[in-house]
T-cell receptor, first 117, second 112 residues
C-alpha cells in the first residue's frame, strides 16, 4: 500500500506555544489530505480537508485560526496548532487518498501524539 | 443520526473462532466501504475495501456488503489474539468520494 509519514511522532510542549505537524505522502502525490484528531477511547474525528493550492476546508466546530493548515506541495501538508492548551492534547492523524482521483482508498500516517503541559 | 454506526463492544471470541463485526450506514449515496484495524496508540491500517454487493474475501477476512439494507460486515475466521484491536468501518459517498465517515469502532478481544 501507499506510505504516509508524519513528523514528529510525539511532541510535548508548554501551554501557549505553537506546534507544527508534517504529513507527507512518500510514494504518491496527494492533492487532498485529511487531518483527524482522536481522543482516548474515542473514534477518529475529521478536523479538516487540506487542499493543495487552495484553502483548507474545516469541519463544523473546528477553529481555523487555531488549527492552521498549509498544503505546500503535492506531497506535504502541515497542521499547526497555535497557542496550544492542555485540552488540545490528543492523537493527530493525517490521511491521503492514493492513486489519484479514480480511487478513494485512504492511507493513514502513523499519527502524532501531542501533549500540552 | 450518525452517518455510520457500529456496536462499540467489546466483542469477545475465543481463539480460532469466527469474529463477526457489523456496521450500518445512513446515506444511500454511499459508494465505497472500508474496514480499518487500529491497535491501541496506533493509527488505522486498511484491512479491506468493498464496493459492490456480496462478499469479498482476503485471507482470513471476508467483507460483506448489502446496499439495500445499508449494512456492511467483516468476518474474521480463525481469530488470533493478534487480531485483538478496534475495527473501524468507514464509508465514502458518491458526491465526495474522498471524504470518509467513520464509525466509532468495535473493540475485539480474542482470548487465547
Amino acid at each position: 500500500g501507499a506510505v504516509v509519514s508524519q513528523h514528529p511522532s510525539r511532541v510535548i510542549c508548554k501551554s501557549g506555544t505553537s506546534v507544527k505537524i508534517e504529513c507527507r505522502s512518500l510514494d504518491f502525490q496527494a492533492t487532498t489530505m485529511f487531518w483527524y484528531r482522536q481522543f482516548p477511547k474515542q473514534s477518529l474525528m475529521l478536523m479538516a480537508t487540506s487542499n493543495e493550492g487552495s484553502k483548507a476546508t474545516y469541519e463544523q466546530g473546528v477553529e481555523k485560526d487555531k488549527f492552521l493548515i498549509n498544503h505546500a506541495s503535492l506531497t506535504l501538508s502541515t497542521l499547526t496548532v497555535t497557542s496550544a492548551h492542555p485540552e488540545d492534547s490528543s492523537f493527530y492523524i493525517c490521511s491521503a487518498p492514493a492513486g489519484g482521483a479514480s480511487t478513494d482508498t485512504q492511507y493513514f500516517g502513523p499519527g502524532t501524539r501531542l501533549t500540552v503541559l | 443520526q450518525k452517518e455510520v454506526e457500529q456496536n462499540s463492544g467489546p466483542l469477545s471470541v475465543p481463539e480460532g473462532a469466527i469474529a463477526s463485526l457489523n456496521c450500518t450506514y445512513s446515506d444511500r449515496g454511499s459508494q465505497s466501504f472500508f474496514w480499518y484495524r487500529q491497535y491501541s496508540g496506533k493509527s488505522p491500517e486498511l484491512i479491506m475495501s468493498i464496493y459492490s454487493n456480496g462478499d469479498k474475501e482476503d485471507g482470513r477476512f471476508t467483507a460483506q456488503l448489502n446496499k439495500a439494507s445499508q449494512y456492511v460486515s467483516l468476518l474474521i475466521r480463525d481469530s488470533q489474539p493478534s487480531d485483538s484491536a478496534t475495527y473501524l468501518c468507514a464509508v465514502s459517498v458518491l458526491y465526495n468520494f474522498n471524504k470518509f465517515y467513520f464509525g466509532s469502532g468495535t473493540k475485539l478481544n480474542v482470548k487465547p
